[in-house]
């Protein structure tokens, strides 16, 4: 095909988990464990519902634009992250957030570099508009070089770095203090740094943007906050940052029903605190259940979610096969070789949590 643009022709699509979820009534739904794309496990705070609910009932909701500039939303996202209105924008996403970053601080033909395995989406967005995409990984046993990391920095001079923090799959974090010593040791390098779940880590480098214009802070609503079919993600950076992205930004692109969802969460932040907490108790649980196991290898992880390896390929499918039987759908990490034989687990209430490891007990049975 001659149309696509060059960049395109060749590319790695980002690989989607299984969808076998929405191929299935309501009911069959209530039976499934969807536990592949790290969403959260329950709905939402019940104020999302109630204030959905009101908004239909409004006669002018269906055929009107959304607000373009929704101050309440703001000014709730300020308070909620600690930091000027000024600081923070949203977006129909982070991954709509990544996009925008992309047209306005990644040139084509420019260096991009991206600490992995991690999340693909971003490699594919970044090779669409033509960067020039490298790896620095982690070592295959997913612990972190710092000094080989700063190499690769130093040789690929990159315009833009991306770090995961917490990381997706591998659960690694990177605390403040190293996140500020990058800033300071490349300050001609841009550090994109997604914090999608940061609120399961308890851990935010928000506060350097107010002294670095060189990191830029991507966040979701999707996780912590259970808003995952609402596509809610906003941005934190300087001030400066905020207003360059503004220039292109589409701001009716974020539809009312998705703001009215973002504020009443954001109203009703202890209900996310709450989850949060069932999650980390879940997490626990099922990392010291598998612990036992002497076929799997379980990582401890600062997300949401847990990587495991197993001895190989096929014992891992086999597996993941087996979970999908009993209506548990795991994500199959295939970005990297050296998660081949691996698969993510979104961890859950520790309720669920046991259902899970009665069945992966049952297999090993």
């Not at 299935?24 to 329950?42: C, F, G, Q, Y």
């Not at 705070?45 to 002018?60: C, W």
Request: charged residues 20%; proline residues 5%; hydrophobic residues 40%.
């Amino acid at each position: 095909m001659r149309f696509p643009n060059k960049y395109l022709r060749n590319i790695s699509p980002y690989k989607l988990a299984s969808h076998a979820i929405w191929s299935v009534s309501p009911h069959e739904r209530e039976e499934m464990l969807k536990l592949d794309w790290n969403e959260a496990t329950i709905a939402p705070s019940p104020l999302v519902k109630q204030r959905i609910m009101e908004l239909l009932s409004q006669p002018d909701f269906f055929h009107l634009y959304p607000t373009t500039n929704n101050e309440h939303l703001l000014n709730l996202l300020a308070s909620y992250v600690g930091l000027p209105v000024e600081n923070v924008q949203y977006f129909a996403s982070s991954d709509a957030l990544h996009e925008y970053i992309c047209k306005v601080f990644i040139g084509v033909g420019d260096p991009v570099m991206i600490l992995g395995p991690s999340y693909d989406n971003f490699r594919l967005t970044c090779q669409a508009n033509g960067a020039d995409v490298f790896f620095s990984n982690y070592n295959e046993d997913f612990s972190f070089d710092a000094a080989r990391f700063e190499r690769d920095i130093l040789e690929k001079e990159p315009a833009v770095v991306y770090i995961c923090n917490p990381n997706n799959p591998t659960g690694n974090q990177h605390s403040v203090e190293y996140i500020e010593h990058l800033l300071k040791e490349f300050p001609d390098t841009l550090f994109l740094i997604d914090e999608a779940y940061s609120e399961f880590s308890g851990i935010t480098a928000k506060d350097l943007v107010l002294k670095y214009d060189n990191i830029l802070i991507s966040r979701t609503m999707s996780k912590a906050f259970a808003l995952a079919n609402f596509r809610f993600g906003y941005l934190i950076a300087s001030k400066e940052n905020v207003q360059f992205i503004n220039r292109i930004r589409n701001p009716k692109n974020i539809s009312t029903i998705t703001q009215t969802a973002a504020i009443a969460a954001l109203e009703d932040v202890e209900y996310m605190r709450n989850y949060v907490r069932e999650v980390s108790a879940g997490k626990e649980y099922f990392i010291s259940e598998m612990a036992q196991n002497p076929h799997i290898k379980v990582y401890n992880s600062y997300g949401n979610f847990v990587l495991m390896q197993f001895e190989s390929y096929e014992k891992k499918m086999d597996l993941l096969r087996f979970l999908a039987s009993r209506n548990i759908f795991v994500r199959d990490t295939m970005q990297s070789p050296i998660v081949r034989n691996c698969f993510r687990i979104t961890c859950g209430t520790k309720q669920q949590m046991e259902q899970v490891i009665a069945n992966i007990k049952s297999y090993y049975v």
